[in-house]
Nanobody, 116 residues
Framework: QVQLVESGGGLVQPGESLRLSCAASGSIDSINTMGWLRQAPGKERELVATITSDGMTNYLAVVKDRFTISRNNGENTVYLQMNSLKPEDTAVYYC??????????WGQGTQVTVSS
């Protein structure tokens, strides 16, 4: 079993920044892909950003120029630096880890609220 624990969410004003962190622990040999999803009230969950073990990244179009994903393979951690936050970024953000086709895990989520 693998556990993912997110931290770093909170309430910020438009234009401000937040950095989310996620640490994976448990039965881990290696993690292929790590990433972040989010779910806003009344909307479906969407994939925000992913990063592979060799550093290839992919972003949701609306965040590409504002968010940066990074990871530390040795510590099984992933980060999401969110700049120039907008009210529409308000959501619960979930950490994601894909070890294999049959082993995928999600965290419990951390709330990000962008409001003036």
């Amino acid at each position: 079993q693998v556990q993912l624990v997110e931290s770093g969410g909170g309430l910020v004003q438009p234009g401000e920044s937040l950095r989310l962190s996620c640490a994976a622990s448990g039965s881990i040999d290696s993690i292929n892909t790590m990433g972040w999803l989010r779910q806003a009230p009344g909307k479906e969950r969407e994939l925000v950003a992913t990063i592979t073990s060799d550093g290839m990244t992919n972003y949701l179009a609306v965040v590409k120029d504002r968010f940066t994903i990074s990871r530390n393979n040795g510590e099984n951690t992933v980060y999401l630096q969110m700049n120039s936050l907008k009210p529409e970024d308000t959501a619960v953000y979930y950490c994601y880890a894909r070890l294999s086709v049959t082993r995928q895990y999600w965290g419990q989520g951390t709330q990000v609220t962008v409001s003036s």
